[in-house]
T-cell receptor, first 113, second 115 residues
Framework: DAGVIQSPRHEVTEMGQEVTLRCKPI?????LFWYRQTMMRGLELLIY????????DSGMPEDRFSAKMPNASFSTLKIQPSEPRDSAVYFC???????????FGNGTRLTVT | AQTVTQSQPEMSVQEAETVTLSCTYD???????LFWYKQPPSRQMILVIR????KQQNATENRFSVNFQKAAKSFSLKISDSQLGDTAMYFC????????????WGAGTKLIIKP
């Protein structure tokens, strides 16, 4: 089991640019989560998918953020346009079913200058 | 609203010592799950241990064990024979049992194991 795979590991971009973060969940897991971690706010849930369907996107900061899950093995989080305040570590996590423990990827450290 | 409190922002102990990290939570629910996650400098969040609230027996995973006190709403993590690789941020988290997915996270405790 390769675990949750995220790419890229680091992303540095300029304000206004589009950023796309990618995630491959663990095979067989039907729940997928995108989290953001900052020193000030800790871990924040951005969006939750179940069986590829977005169930709760109330944590998505604003319309600049969008997430998709076209199939069970792939998800993206896109920020367009990016702003310096988006700088954070973004985690993808998956779980076998609701209430199962979450398995996290290594995260993407995003820096927007 | 459910809250999770980790009262120790930072702790340090000598290698091979035993250390206990505290976590308290507030909920009116009777059925829920509690977790400890570890985040080493590599930044990956790693599940350490899980406890179901309906189980009286404390969960154990090798050198890691919990002291779950449901009435007191306390869920402390004990690390025995601490190792340098245990140096990390440790997060306590709460999840409802009935069809919920939202994890409520504590602020974390930074644990440093000194050689």
């Amino acid at each position: 089991d390769a675990g949750v795979i995220q790419s890229p590991r680091h992303e540095v971009t300029e304000m206004g640019q589009e950023v796309t973060l990618r995630c491959k969940p663990i095979s067989g897991h039907n729940s997928l989560f995108w989290y953001r971690q900052t020193m000030m706010r800790g871990l924040e849930l951005l969006i939750y998918f179940n069986n590829n369907v977005p169930i709760d996107d109330s944590g998505m900061p604003e319309d600049r953020f969008s997430a998709k899950m076209p199939n069970a093995s792939f998800s993206t989080l896109k920020i367009q346009p990016s702003e310096p305040r988006d700088s954070a570590v973004y985690f993808c996590a998956s779980s076998f079913k609701r209430n199962s423990p979450l398995h996290f990827g290594n995260g993407t450290r995003l820096t927007v200058t | 609203a459910q809250t999770v409190t980790q009262s120790q922002p930072e702790m340090s102990v000598q290698e091979a010592e035993t250390v206990t990290l505290s976590c308290t939570y507030d909920t009116s629910e009777s059925n829920y799950y509690l977790f400890w996650y570890k985040q080493p400098p590599s930044r990956q969040m790693i599940l350490v241990i899980r406890q179901e609230a309906y189980k009286q027996q404390n969960a154990t995973e090798n050198r890691f064990s919990v002291n779950f006190q449901k009435a007191a709403k306390s869920f402390s993590l004990k690390i025995s024979d601490s190792q340098l690789g245990d140096t990390a941020m440790y997060f306590c988290a709460f999840m409802f049992a009935d069809s919920n997915y939202q994890l409520i996270w504590g602020a974390g405790t930074k644990l440093i194991i000194k050689p």
